[in-house]
């Protein structure tokens, strides 16, 4: 009944070996690489193009830049706001765990409870640790709380985990908005002072630099940039509320001491059909 990502730790007393699994953190190539390629490519439709034009305009960069910045921080509060870096760099990262090998695990715990009792957990307490969320809710069960009980109180705290990501990404997304119209408001100005100067012809080129290079750059923060770092927190933080909502399901299930076989189907009705687990065959 071994998980195969479990490795040889026996349990004092079993013949059930759990070996719990942290996920393995390493950067997200997907997310570095598409970043630079999309950059790049914009960067080499410019040098190829047979044109001496500068895309390089200070004006137009603290409009949209600074602006973005300053706009977006109206809306959020500062304790949210000193995140923000640590969210950049969470999309920078990604965490490997995969769902089949999580759902393994708790087939083994629930087989571990079932043989030798609720209290028999706790001799796995070491290995727990290793998950801070799986020890507190195998914590609630060897505490004796019930089924509906532990439902309620990992249910808010997964609802609490979603409500902090959805938070962290929504920072990035409303950037995302605001980078866009920050750059028609340059466009705007740069307008502004070229209809203001008709009379002065070598004014012209510069305030039409300012009008067109904001949207330009508008266009690229919002659409290549935040745009997608925010959609990457998304899927980040449904992929993390997806393995909390397999263990709130398994602590629930073995709290009410339900058969392993019917969590088995549990969990796989939470799975993607490609990650569903066969524990028994």
């Known amino acids: 009944m071994t998980s195969d990502a479990a490795q040889a730790q026996a349990v004092p007393g079993g013949d059930i070996d759990i070996r719990i699994r942290p996920p393995r953190v390493q950067p997200d190539f997907s997310t570095i690489f598409g970043l630079i390629f999309a950059l790049g490519l914009i960067v080499a439709a410019i040098a190829m193009g047979h044109s001496d034009a500068n895309f390089v305009n200070g004006p137009s960069f603290l409009i949209v830049i600074l602006g973005t910045m300053a706009a977006t921080s109206v809306s959020y509060t500062g304790d949210e ?50 998950d801070p969320f ?8 060897t505490d004796g709380y019930n089924g509906e009980d532990i439902d309620r109180v990992l249910g808010q705290e997964v609802d609490a985990i979603a409500e902090r990501h959805r938070r962290s990404a929504s920072v990035l997304r409303r950037a995302s908005e605001i980078a866009p119209a920050m750059g028609l408001i340059g466009t705007l100005v740069g307008l502004v002072q070229m209809l203001a100067q008709l009379d002065d012809p070598s004014s012209i080129g510069p305030a039409m630099a300012v009008a067109l290079l904001t949207t330009f750059y508008g266009a690229i923060m919002g659409t290549v940039v935040l745009g997608p770092l925010s959609a990457k927190l998304e899927r980040n933080s449904s992929d993390e509320t997806m393995l909390k909502n397999l263990i709130l399901t398994a602590m629930g299930s073995i709290a009410r001491q339900e058969n392993p076989r019917r969590l088995e189907m549990l969990l796989n009705s939470e799975l993607p059909p490609e990650e569903r687990i066969r524990y028994f065959d």
């Open 134 to 141: 799986l020890a507190r809710a195998v914590q609630l069960v």
């Open 81 to 130: 706001l000193k995140h923000v870096p640590g969210i950049i760099g969470n999309t920078m990262l990604r965490r490997i765990r995969q769902p089949s090998v999580m759902a393994k695990q708790l087939m083994d715990i629930a087989m571990l409870s079932r043989k030798k009792g609720l209290l028999a957990l706790s001799s796995i307490e070491p290995e727990l640790r290793k």
